[in-house]
Nanobody, 127 residues
């Protein structure tokens, strides 16, 4: 069973940076898509960035050029480097994994592909 534990959230001012980490365990297959998602109360969980097993990465338009997703496969740690943070980035951030999938484009339904989820870490950006 895949287990995911996020860390690195916090409070920063607009323009600042944070790096989220997601420690994973229980991976039993070779090919996983992994991703970062975020959610604010009353809204659907949205895909922020996804990285496939071949290290191809996809980003939401709202974070393109500011966020970078990387996957340290040797240590099973997924990262999200977030730069030039904006107040609208404030949300609970979740990491997720999906065995045997390949995400070619992020849509409103991308979250449905992912079966394994962490507990989330809060990011708050003040203006």
């Amino acid at each position: 069973q895949v287990q995911l534990v996020e860390s690195g959230g916090g409070s920063v001012q607009a323009g600042g940076s944070l790096r989220l980490s997601c420690a994973g365990s229980g991976f039993t297959r070779n090919q996983y898509s992994k991703g970062w998602f975020r959610q604010v109360p009353g809204k659907e969980r949205e895909a922020v960035a996804v990285i496939n097993y071949d290290d191809t990465a996809k980003y939401a338009d709202s974070v393109q050029g500011r966020f970078t997703i990387t996957d340290d496969k040797a240590n099973n740690i997924l990262y999200l480097q977030m730069n030039n943070l904006k107040p609208e980035d404030t949300a609970m951030y979740y990491c997720a994994a999906s065995a045997g999938s390949y995400v070619a484009i992020l849509t409103e339904t991308t979250a449905r592909i992912f079966k394994d989820w962490g507990q989330g870490t809060q990011v708050t950006v003040s203006s």
